[in-house]
């Protein structure tokens, strides 16, 4: 069956708007928290069901809630194509982060909100908004037998899709042979312009633990002279940055460079909310800083509350580390690196405990093939603008994962979210007209890909 025309993919993705919206308003609904103390399991079923029925009323018969080893539902599922056709993967995620402190919302987060041509709630661009582009950009297609769509929408990605890609591993023949992956997990850095990100960021998470002694010392009985293990782990965590900010880990190189579309500190700036006087970070362009270079963040710190203090020596002391890397970067040598530079600067004769919970190299996508042409030529066409190519600082392991088992793929990352979304913040949002631009920008590529070669 042939897919509708240009523009009656237009008037579709319009007419159907709607219906899209109140989707998104029953997903967001859901608090569909995968891990952490916020895990809400039965809510991220609820969620995958929904997501699952949503997929089968477009055409994605054949679909099921498949099990991960991490325990998390993976919606997995394909259309019926002629055996010639091409395999175009579809991926989002449903899972999302916890929603924080409610009292810094403006409006419910598991209330789909209106305001000032946005929607806000918690998911809404990261990653709900990435799935009603999928299912809006198929309803406006129609049925077609001329594309093999393959859905893969998964539940624990905010904490590392560990279970989606043991599948995978597990199952590399449902991921093999796939010509082309849509990824909407990513945005754009303005609302006017579309971007494609062209780059991830390799990720790496890393625990250090440093002890001193048996327990705790009485700081005047002992201070001055015993070695203080908070202390050490704040000598260790400083030596990571110089006085510009930058990671300064040894043996990790920090020269990289961003030489596509820009971004001009004062935009970072104003899109960060930096306070009155702070400004960014680093000896370089915002863009190479969060796109080309490597950045460690300290997510936090095992130490004595306020509430908790006294005036005793510290005999432990834990943080956990976040190390984003450029995409050229190998994953493994970068933590050999981060292993290394730790136990050289841990002082007083201390030892750290270096643990690795995550390691995952980053990805550069291919810009010189034609269905990547086509997809800039649709994105410009229905934002009526040009086509930023940006990086990402973020990292989505299932990208790497596929890559291993369709290495060819074109894979295009994109999505409705732009810098005033504010992705795992409170009053989280995504804008109405982007939405559609982006759902549209996908119909029409997908309507594409079944009536021209590839080649």
Not at 158 to 175: H, K, S, T, V, Y
Not at 178 to 193: F, M, P, T
Not at 386 to 415: N, T
Request: with cysteine; hydrophobic share 40%.
């Amino acid at each position: 069956m042939s897919p509708r025309t240009t523009n009656t993919i237009t008037s579709a993705v319009s007419e159907g708007l709607p219906a899209t919206i109140d989707l998104l308003a029953q997903l967001v609904a859901e608090p569909s928290v995968a891990g952490g103390s916020e895990h809400d399991n039965p809510a991220c079923e609820r969620t995958a069901g929904i997501v699952e029925q949503a997929f089968r009323d477009v055409g994605i018969s054949e679909i099921r809630l498949q099990e991960t080893p991490d325990g998390s539902y993976t919606v997995i599922g394909s259309n019926t194509a002629a055996p010639d056709a091409p395999t175009v993967l579809l991926y989002s995620h449903y899972d999302i982060q916890p929603v924080g402190d409610r009292d810094a919302w403006k409006s419910d987060p598991y209330v789909l909100t209106e305001s000032a041509g946005r929607l806000y709630a918690r998911g809404a661009a990261d990653c709900k908004g990435g799935i009603v582009t999928h299912i809006a950009a198929l309803r406006a297609l129609g049925p077609t037998d001329r594309l093999r769509i393959l859905v893969v929408c998964e539940g624990s990605e905010e904490r590392g899709g560990a279970g989606l890609i043991q599948f995978m591993r597990e199952n590399p023949e449902d991921f093999r042979n796939i010509d082309v992956a849509l990824i909407a997990d990513a945005g754009n850095i303005s609302q006017e312009r579309p971007a494609l990100t062209i780059t991830l960021r390799g990720l790496l998470a890393t625990t250090v633990e440093i002890s001193s002694g048996q327990t705790p010392l009485h700081s005047g009985l002992y201070g001055g002279a015993a070695p203080d293990a908070l202390a050490a782990l704040v000598a260790v965590l400083a030596s990571m940055r110089d006085a510009l900010g930058d990671t300064t880990v040894d043996g990790l190189s920090n020269e990289g460079r961003w030489d596509h579309a820009p971004y001009p500190a004062q935009k970072f700036a104003e899109d960060a909310q930096l306070l009155q006087g702070a400004h960014p970070i680093g000896a370089h362009d915002p863009a190479s800083q969060i796109w080309a270079k490597p950045a460690l963040t300290i997510m936090g710190i095992d130490a004595p509350s306020l509430d908790e203090a006294a005036p005793v020596i510290q005999a432990k002391a834990k943080a956990i580390l976040n190390l984003r890397l450029p995409p050229a970067a190998d994953a493994q040598q970068a933590a050999n690196a981060l292993e290394q530079h730790i136990h050289r600067h841990t002082p007083w004769g201390l030892k750290a405990r270096v643990t690795h919970l995550a390691c995952s190299n980053g990805i550069s996508v291919n810009t010189k093939s034609r269905p990547f042409r086509m997809f800039v030529d649709a994105l410009a066409a229905s934002f009526d603008n040009d086509v930023d190519l940006i990086g990402s600082g973020g990292s989505i392991p299932f990208c790497q994962a596929l890559l291993e088992m369709s290495p060819h793929v074109d894979m295009f990352l994109y999505g409705p979210a732009d810098m005033l979304s504010r992705i795992h913040a409170a009053d989280e949002s995504v804008g109405i007209d982007t939405l559609e631009k982006t759902i549209n920008a996908e119909a029409e590529l997908l309507q594409t890909l079944a009536t021209k070669d590839r080649q």
